[in-house]
């Protein structure tokens, strides 16, 4: 019974080691080869271009920005040309610009950050929960952290006829993404946990309207677009830009129908790669022009409001890509929906460097390119990287496991059977 305990505690060291160095190489980058070496912008954009020939990317527009101007840009398309005034829908990159107009009304004075969503909130009311709704508060909702697990993703609705009202959504979306009831629940302590909620920027959509009095793309024009001249940035689809947007793929290359939604605040900007370099230019300090939100209230939305894993991956509407050594962080949001989408905003605040990357057709293009455009500038993966290669990690993990296992009962078996 000894020799079984002292071998059993021998292997279960030995996996915490090997599961414990795996964790830390795939976190540290030790094992990761991005897509080119080249950090230059021109050299940067070529192999894009390149790596486009290796899978089916339907439309992109990319920019590539180097202390704090435009550096590169570059576009492809599969059939319908693209260029920098292209609109294309953004995903849950419509998230981060949402808050932005959500930070303009606490500048304002009109919301605080720390009250319950509820105070503000006439047209709907949140499902009673096991927890105390006043913990819901505004800032939570924006940091994913008010106890919401509705899971939502939204798919949209091919008929814009189809689209639910607001109320009805928050009550249960009919065009919830699979995996979700549609439901918005209150199933966790708020201020417990990070737990991303489609479903809350929704009921932030609610609360903006309420609040300003306008509809949720008509305050956004007003308050954000219209100061920033982001001409051809709107949530609410206008057909007079039919003739500017991109085209729509599945993965296999056949073309796919626009979709139409009641969650404009989580999922359903449009805008262009000409407008989202205007908002490039809203971060930087040095840039004169009216801006809608001061720099203190824009990095409020910057500073560590959510953890997973013990890492800093959250601010209020801001992914924190990587902690940068001044104790900042690369900040943006990617967006991701079908039919295939995939965008891309990373900033690096401290040398004012960045990428904004649009797509369709794929589902992880963009992300892909500007986790390694992150990774070859920091020597760091951040966190939508370490996302995707967790696949591989636990197939490594538990390939060695196996082996380990093996080694430790045949050790064990030659010496038992060697006496």
């Known amino acids: 019974m000894k020799r079984f305990l002292k071998y059993t505690a021998l292997t279960v060291m030995i996996l915490i080691i090997w599961v414990a160095a795996i964790f830390i190489s795939m976190d540290k980058g030790w094992w990761h080869t991005p897509f080119t070496q080249d950090k230059m912008p021109n050299e940067f954009i070529a192999s894009v271009q390149e790596e486009l020939q290796n899978e089916f990317v339907g439309t992109m527009a990319i920019a590539l920005f180097k202390g704090g101007k435009l550096a590169e840009e570059s576009f492809y398309s599969n059939d319908k040309p693209a260029d920098r005034n292209t609109v294309f829908q953004v995903a849950s990159l419509s998230k981060f610009v949402s808050a932005i107009g959500v930070m303009k009304l606490v500048e304002d004075g009109k919301l605080n950050l720390d009250a319950p969503v509820s105070r503000y909130l ?3 009311r949140l499902p009673h929960s096991d927890f105390d709704n006043t913990k819901v508060t505004v800032r939570r909702l924006l940091s994913h952290t008010a106890g919401l697990t509705d899971g939502l993703g939204y798919a949209g609705f091919k ?4 689209v639910q009202s607001l109320e009805a959504s928050l009550n249960k979306a009919i065009d919830a993404d699979p995996g979700s009831d549609g439901r918005i629940l209150i199933g966790v302590e708020p201020g417990s946990e990070w737990r991303y909620s489609g479903g809350g920027f929704t009921v932030l959509q609610l609360m903006v309207e309420e609040v300003s009095g ?22 609410q689809w206008d057909e007079n830009f039919q003739d500017r947007l991109c085209d729509f793929y599945e993965t296999d ?60 991956i959250y601010g209020l509407g801001t992914f924190l890509y990587t902690e940068l050594e001044n104790g900042g962080f690369v900040i943006g949001h990617d967006g991701k929906n079908n039919p295939p989408i995939n965008t891309a905003f990373r900033y690096n605040p401290v040398a004012k460097d960045g990428i904004i990357m649009l797509t369709t057709g794929s589902t992880n293009f963009a992300t892909r390119i500007a986790s390694d455009w992150v ?13 995707m290669q967790q ?15 093996i080694l430790v009962a045949s050790i064990a078996f030659v010496r038992r059977t060697g006496k």
């Open 122 to 124: 006439t047209r709907w």
């Open 159 to 162: 008929n814009p006829k189809d």
């Open 214 to 235: 306008q509809s949720f793309d008509s305050y956004m024009q007003s308050e954000i677009f219209e100061p920033l001249q982001m001409h051809s940035s709107f949530y």
């Open 253 to 312: 290359g056949s073309k796919a129908a626009q979709r139409y939604y009641t969650a404009q605040a989580a999922s359903a900007l449009y805008t262009s790669l000409a407008d989202l370099e205007k908002l490039f230019h809203l971060f930087d300090e040095d840039n004169v022009n009216q801006k809608p939100v001061s720099p203190e209230f824009q990095k409020l939305m910057w500073q560590v409001e959510a953890e997973t894993l013990g890492t800093p």
């Open 375 to 387: 990774f070859l500038q920091t020597g760091k993966v951040d966190a939508l990287l370490f996302t």
């Open 391 to 405: 696949g591989k990690m636990i197939q490594i993990m538990a390939i060695g496991s196996f082996f380990i296992l």
